[in-house]
């Protein structure tokens, strides 16, 4: 499996970015998918989940502002960010086949590569 990020770049607070993750093989639709970020000298935190279901969980930092969606028929997982700010930027890396419950959320074993999104103020 292989897990392709896009989307990212330079933006000024308050704008909008929407990232993208495109899987391939054939397991996609039958696991969650999560996004998370790490920002330079933090660790690595979860961002929002979206199960094969369609369940949503959302960071309380982000929540009202992000939206994470899933288009199984493309093998795809999106993650739209509106009202940017300054903290959000990090690198945001997409993960494939994530298990638990928000607060208890253990990672799948599948990685993107990662795509850095940068907020100026």
């Known amino acids: 499996v292989q897990l392709v990020e896009s989307g990212g770049g330079l933006v000024q607070s308050g704008g909008s970015l929407r990232l993208s993750c495109a899987a391939s093989?054939?397991?996609?639709?039958?696991?969650?998918m999560s996004w998370y970020r790490q920002a330079p000298g933090k660790q690595r935190e979860l961002v929002a989940t979206?199960?094969?279901?369609?369940?949503?969980n959302y960071a309380d930092s982000v929540k009202g502002r992000f939206t994470i969606s899933r288009d199984n028929a493309r093998n795809t997982v999106y993650l739209r960010m509106n009202s940017l700010k300054p903290e959000d930027t990090a690198v945001y890396y997409c993960?494939?086949?994530?298990?638990?419950?928000?607060?208890?959320?253990?990672?799948?074993?599948?990685w993107g590569q990662g795509t850095q999104v940068s907020v100026s103020s």
């Open positions: 993960n494939l086949g994530g298990y638990g419950y928000w607060g208890s959320w253990s990672p799948g074993d599948y």
């Open positions: 979206i199960t094969s279901g369609g369940t949503r």
């Open positions: 093989g054939s397991i996609f639709s039958d696991n969650a």
